[in-house]
């Protein structure tokens, strides 16, 4: 946490808090993701398994990117790309056009065809999840609930999702 300036908080989830932060020598802002660990068992499932998947899905663009991870005061810690809104907030705040909704659509679509292709099911697809640049590029966020998948098939839980979502591959 030496490296880092935390400037304000971004949100607050079931697994933990984000927070807008600054990189002390590179100037750079970035989100950071502190998740709660349990008293009893250490570090939650959650936690290593959205830090295992963010390492072997690394280096797409339609992907929030892990930076750097490390432990402070009993949490997690995940260095995250830091977006200026979500889905959601642009769809309330903004009147979007035709163009705009295809390139958004696309940009959905290519993050979760690269989770696909590494064998990921996201589980928790909602416009809160999908993080959005100052420049116009989504980024599909919040790996807590994904899981690995395929031969032979795993069990998951049904109704591992946020209710009023329900993702497709569920």
Not at 82 to 91: I, S
């Amino acid at each position: 946490m030496d490296k880092y300036k935390i400037i304000t908080r971004l949100g607050e989830g079931a697994h933990g808090k984000v927070y807008l932060a600054q990189h002390l020598d590179t100037n750079e802002y970035v989100a950071i993701k502190k998740m709660f660990m349990d008293s009893d068992q250490g570090i939650k499932r959650e936690a290593i398994r959205e830090i295992k998947l963010l390492q072997e899905i690394k280096n797409h663009i339609n992907i929030i990117k892990c930076s750097d991870i490390f432990t402070y005061r009993k949490n997690m810690c995940l260095v995250l790309e830091y977006m200026a809104l979500d889905l959601k907030l642009l769809y309330q705040k903004v009147d979007l056009n035709a163009s705009c909704i295809k390139n958004l659509m696309q940009q959905i679509l290519c993050g979760i065809k690269q989770c696909h292709n590494s064998w990921i099911v996201h589980r928790d697809i909602k416009p809160e999840n999908f993080l959005i640049s100052t420049n116009g590029t989504l980024k599909l966020a919040d790996f807590g609930l994904a899981k690995f998948y395929g031969t032979p098939s795993r069990y998951m839980t049904p109704r591992a999702c946020t209710i009023w979502y329900r993702a497709p591959e569920l």
